[in-house]
């Protein structure tokens, strides 16, 4: 596990059976009171909490107990509970102060030393009931004389040498009697130095206080706390355990990261179960390199922030993830910058992988199920494993597709905003399946249109195109399966139902394959029986031969094979009649009701689980999509069977691939719409008029050769098409008046008259070239250019937010404006993991407290993988997990190493933040003054 902070499910007010009053038997020796801290510890597990405070009224006698209970569990079978999994206990105490005149709890460091706690108690003179008796005393509230304000009560906690800095104080936050909110406690509220506090129960739907703790009361300083929620349970039968809890982020279980939690409240907290990315890259193996030797690095799932000197490594950590996952650059062929990209790229992996045989591995999870790659530099091999399979050899495209990243070199945003196919990236990454679904429909059509050419290369594509369907299949099953498990608050009944899904699926799967084979052989039989009545063919009367006796012999008995045949054909078609098939169909039939009766009980226990939402949304997405991919096999399995007699309906197919590229248009529509408001308005992008002109310029061009048809007269042509309100449909336009000369020449009975094409005569084409394109112009040539992909160019516009709200193209913005739009986007967008390499190099300095703000709500959304020399963007942006790179040898700076793994509260990273990053101590101080870091 990383060694950054992650979310852990906290209740912060728990009794014990020492309480005054508590509900339940009051266990006084030891084996009893181990027992009912072994059952306390197993309600936490089977509730979801994973963190716990024992705050009982100036009492501490319980905690060791629940304590060594928590550090003793064991699983169902037996074995001890993974550290990383075993329950968090902080010692703690409510205490009842008369000034204020409220309860706070006091929480100390999950790890404090027991032997200490009884000084805290002393401290603030209070004197708890002996350990031998069931209850503690009636609480007295402590005295002013002893704790005089909420200021007082740090003095003194602080004196105590082994406790300073290893607390934090909460107020009880509400309006109530024992509440620090109550009428005229607005300068205990204002003055106190405490960060947080807590609530009974769930924050209430009050606005007043709500306001208040949000820092929008003036009477109460605008000062803005955060707020625990709390069971305050003190039930043995553990019912209300668990019931008010608050997520909190952490590296270390202390009161300082409950501190720093408190002051990142908008990243740290949530008081519902948060929801994080379901893709992320979780560790990054190398075998050995010559710079970095091994890397073993943990990554987090939210946000990692790679700090280092310059040239110790960590733009090679993220170059590693990025060979590791097949990753592209984009463009290298047109864009001199983004060629030089790759060849820095070839050269690291070249000198600093291959000379050792270096490998990557990298480990992503895709919702829940584990996906290793393993990269070798030597070989060149890729394999991959999904879940608890074995290791496949795959492609670059295969990686690319199940897992994606979007990734950033240096500078690279701030150079995007002139070209196109970077900017298209921005609209098409995210719709990326559709309009994989789109393309691979075009091919289909494209190859129907071109018939039988293609029947040989088309079957190899297939069989290929299932292969990598089936690894999406098994990618995709396995997340569903996984997902389904983690459904809560289902009965076994229930959850023996969502198990029966993936029969089901295996059921409906067996009866379209059966369904399939039938058709598919009836088909075969009825062509069969048509074309046998051309057989058998006879011996010509003037065929010369030597043995006439024998070849009539072998005539008369093949003649008798096909009479026979042919019987037998007919009472092979018979069995595939309505009368035949219906003991087949009866019993389909019947196996559609049982699956109509078991799809409402499914539904239904999905709609009961209410409070997995997102699950269940993520669940619907891909069953949906394993349904898609199981169709699509089986599609292209029937096609593998049927590819030796292709037929095709010209027309529908040519409908179809219209009808398909306005799909694309549509999609492209409403991504761009997205993209616009993901950018705030900022970047606006447009798509319904952006044809690729220059793809269609070249197909004109070369498939007019030999016509002496100027290229002018094709410029024209291509403008009027692009100028035109709909260039889709002014492309098939031409397409259909092109294809109407094609055809001239093959008609039967053709009229004298040409085809009249008005949109090739006002594009400047006379008589002359009409009748060179009938001359010179192909089926071939029409064919090659129907059944070419077109493609869409969207326009970029930046929008300046001056007064007159004026637009420029994208292209004119400054650089800085660019990146920091797009960085917006990249932000604001859910989905693959995000790597970029030194972002503050691109953005507008102006702008990094928005981006600070998109990185919190981001993180939620997707993996982000900075490297950065720009301490605000780590401190300040609260990333999850910091890796400081450096020198093994400051003095030769021959060799790197991963120096530190943490959090930013991490003493240690803290202080390299501050030793090396720009700005490092300053954003200490900014932190320092928004939150008192």
Known sequence: MNKGTRFYNCDFQVHTPRDINWSGPKPVTDEDRNAYASRFVLACRQKGVNAVAITDHHDLVFFPYIKAAAQNEVYDNGDPVNENDKLIVFPGVELTLSNPPCQALLILDANFP??????????????????????????????????????????????????????????????????ILRRDFYEHYVKMPCVSGYIDGAIPDDVG???????????????????????????????????ATTWVKWATPTAEALRQASLAK?????????????????????????????????????????????????????????????????????????????????????????????????????????????????????????????????????????????????????????????????????????????????????????????????????????????????????QVQNLRKSLKGLTEEDKKVIENKELIENEQTHIQESTNEIELFKNKFQSISESINDYPSEIKPDTALLNKEALQEIQSEKTKLFNSLKEKLSEITLLFSSESLSGYNTAVNKWNELKKTFDASYEQIKEKASANESIIKEINQLENRLRELTDSINERLSKVKELGNPETIFSDEKEKWYSLHQNKIDLLNKQAENFTTLSKGIIKAEVTKSINIERIQELIVSSFTGTRISKDKIDILCQKISDSDSPLDSWKTALDELNSL????????????????????????????????????????????????????????????????????????????????????????????????????????????????????????????????????????????????????????????????????????????????????????????????
Not at 441 to 459: C, D, P, T
Request: hydrophobic content about 35%; charged content about 25%.
């Open 209 to 243: 206080l709500k306001n208040i703790i949000s820092g929008k009361d003036r009477n109460y300083g605008f000062r803005s706390i955060a707020v625990f929620q709390t069971s305050d349970n003190r039930k043995d039968t553990f019912e209300d355990l668990g019931t």
């Open 114 to 179: 027991e032997d200490q706690l009884i000084r805290v108690l002393h401290k603030l003179s209070i004197e708890q009931n002996p350990v031998s008796e069931p209850s503690t005393i009636p609480t007295i509230a402590i005295p002013s004389d002893v704790v005089n304000g909420l200021r007082d009560l740090y003095a003194k906690l602080d004196s105590i040498d082994v406790l300073k800095g290893r607390y934090i104080v909460l107020p009880h936050t509400s309006r109530g009697h024992k509440g």
């Open 742 to 933: 094609a055809e001239y020449k093959i008609l039967e009975g053709k009229p004298i008259e040409l085809p009249e094409t008005p949109l090739l005569t006002e594009s400047g084409l006379n008589d002359t070239n009409i009748q060179r394109i009938v001359e010179m112009f192909s089926p071939d040539n029409w064919l090659a250019m129907v059944t070419q992909e077109i493609e869409f160019e969207p326009q970029f516009f930046y929008s300046t937010g001056n007064e007159m709200q004026d637009i420029i193209p994208f292209s004119e913005a400054s650089a800085g404006q660019q990146a920091t739009a797009l960085l917006s986007v990249l932000l604001n967008q859910e989905g693959s993991p995000l790597l970029i390499d030194q972002p503050e190099d691109d953005i507008d300095n102006r702008a990094i407290n928005d981006i600070i703000e998109n990185i919190w709500s981001a993180k939620n959304k997707r993996q982000l993988i900075f490297t950065s020399h720009n301490a605000n963007l780590v401190v300040n942006g609260d990333a999850e997990l910091v890796v400081c790179c450096d020198y093994k040898e400051s003095s030769q700076q021959t060799q790197g190493e991963i120096k530190y793994e943490g959090a930013i509260d991490n003493p240690e990273i803290k202080k390299e933040i501050t030793l090396i990053m720009e700005g490092g101590e300053k954003a200490f101080k900014l932190r320092k003054e928004k939150y008192g870091f």
């Open 266 to 478: 908008e990243s740290r907290l949530s008081l519902t179960e948060p929801i994080l990315p379901q893709i992320f890259l979780s560790k990054l193996s190398v075998t050995n390199s010559k710079f970095l030797g091994r890397i073993e690095l943990n990554l987090n799932q939210q946000y990692n922030a790679l700090i280092g000197g310059r040239g110790t490594g960590k733009s090679t950590i993220l170059e590693y993830l990025r060979w590791g996952l097949c990753d592209q650059i984009i463009g290298v062929e047109k864009y001199e910058s983004e060629s030089e990209i790759q060849k820095r790229r070839q050269i690291l992996i070249e000198k600093t992988l291959v000379p050792f045989s270096g490998e990557v591995r990298v480990t992503a999870s895709i919702n829940g199920i584990e996906h290793i790659v393993k990269r070798n530099s030597a070989s060149k091999e890729i394999l991959l494993k999904i879940g608890k399979g074995e290791f496949e050899k795959v492609t670059e495209e295969e990686i690319r597709r199940l897992i994606p990243i979007q990734a950033y070199s240096q500078k690279q945003l701030s150079s995007v905003g002139v070209r196109t196919d970077e900017l298209k990236r921005f609209i098409q990454q995210p719709i990326s399946n559709e309009l994989n679904n789109i393309a691979f429909g075009l091919r289909e059509v494209s190859k129907n249109l071109k018939g039988a050419y293609g029947n040989l290369v088309r079957k190899k594509e297939i069989l290929n195109e299932i292969e990598e369907l089936r690894l999406q299949h098994k990618s995709v099953s396995e």
